[in-house]
């Protein structure tokens, strides 16, 4: 029988420089733009939520199947125990389509948390913001180097995510769609997230992947010369039988 899911969780990146950033420094979370959408009782289409979310994503599936995702977000990744995950507290998003009641009612509470902010209680605005920054399309736009691509159906991506709880010290919980799409205002609001890294240890690693097998050699090398007390030389040997090729994995298809 077939597994739907992986035993990591993954992460993919466009190149070397960072998938060696990650493993020696660990994951920076970024705003990313949100919309969800529904169609409501006029039978009209409208965003639900737009907004930027800080987080680092994952993806929960086999290597088996993940060609799509390589070839769509980048040839080199790391995967990680999903035990790691769930001390982190990643959790799958919440996929919702437009006409759905689980849409319906995350739309009537962030209306009602719009109109009596000031006379709810804190607790409860604060689980409804983290309830809100997992919500994600089921099927959506994206936008990748500069290009719209319409109806990605996000659902095949199996997401988990990582999301700063609100009362941590990021700056802001959310960023409207002016302010994600200004780049220096958003490169200023990245940068105050890395006071929020999501980090590991190499026990936590069960693949590191780069595109060819000539960079094995490579990546080992740089992390024995990274000076990291994380990676010494029998942590590095043991690394050695957890890389993987993205050229391997696709030729396996």
């Given at each position: 029988?077939?597994?739907?899911?992986?035993?990591?969780?993954?992460?993919?990146?466009?190149?070397?420089?960072?998938?060696?950033?990650?493993?020696?420094?660990?994951f920076y979370p970024h705003y990313c733009f949100e919309e969800c959408r529904i169609v409501d009782g006029?039978?009209?289409?409208?965003?639900?939520?737009?907004?930027?979310?800080?987080?680092?994503?994952?993806?929960?599936?086999?290597?088996?199947?993940?060609?799509?995702?390589?070839?769509?977000?980048?040839?080199?990744?790391?995967?990680?125990?999903?035990?790691?995950?769930?001390?982190?507290?990643?959790?799958?998003?919440?996929?919702?389509?437009?006409?759905?009641?689980?849409?319906?009612?995350?739309?009537?509470?962030i209306e009602s948390m719009i109109r009596s902010s000031d006379n709810l209680p804190l607790e409860l605005?604060?689980?409804?913001?983290?309830?809100?920054?997992?919500?994600?399309?089921?099927?959506?736009?994206?936008?990748?180097?500069?290009?719209?691509?319409?109806?990605?159906?996000?659902?095949?991506?199996?997401?988990?995510?990582?999301?700063?709880?609100?009362?941590?010290?990021?700056?802001?919980?959310?960023?409207?769609?002016?302010?994600?799409?200004?780049?220096?205002?958003?490169?200023?609001?990245?940068?105050?997230?890395?006071?929020?890294?999501?980090?590991?240890?190499?026990?936590?690693?069960?693949?590191?992947?780069v595109k060819q097998e000539t960079e094995i050699s490579a990546t080992i090398k740089a992390l024995r010369?990274?000076?990291?007390?994380?990676?010494?030389?029998?942590?590095?040997?043991?690394?050695?039988?957890?890389?993987?090729?993205?050229?391997?994995?696709?030729?396996?298809?």
């Amino acid at each position: 029988m077939t597994n739907i899911s992986s035993s990591a969780l993954f992460h993919f990146t466009p190149t070397h420089d960072r998938l060696f950033g990650i493993l020696t420094s660990g994951f920076y979370p970024h705003y990313c733009f949100e919309e969800c959408r529904i169609v409501d009782g006029a039978n009209q289409s409208r965003p639900m939520f737009e907004n930027a979310i800080p987080m680092v994503c994952f993806c929960d599936i086999p290597l088996s199947q993940i060609k799509n995702h390589i070839q769509t977000y980048g040839y080199y990744g790391v995967g990680l125990s999903k035990d790691w995950g769930d001390r982190n507290r990643l959790n799958p998003v919440l996929y919702t389509t437009e006409f759905s009641i689980v849409s319906k009612s995350i739309d009537t509470i962030i209306e009602s948390m719009i109109r009596s902010s000031d006379n709810l209680p804190l607790e409860l605005r604060i689980a409804v913001f983290d309830l809100v920054r997992y919500a994600k399309p089921y099927v959506g736009g994206f936008r990748r180097n500069g290009k719209l691509i319409e109806n990605v159906k996000f659902y095949d991506e199996r997401e988990w995510r990582y999301v700063p709880h609100v009362g941590s010290s990021i700056a802001r919980l959310l960023l409207r769609k002016e302010e994600f799409d200004d780049d220096a205002a958003r490169a200023r609001y990245d940068e105050k997230l890395r006071s929020e890294t999501l980090s590991f240890e190499p026990s936590d690693i069960k693949y590191i992947i780069v595109k060819q097998e000539t960079e094995i050699s490579a990546t080992i090398k740089a992390l024995r010369e990274a000076n990291s007390e994380k990676y010494d030389q029998q942590v590095t040997e043991i690394l050695t039988s957890r890389i993987i090729t993205t050229d391997q994995i696709l030729q396996d298809l």
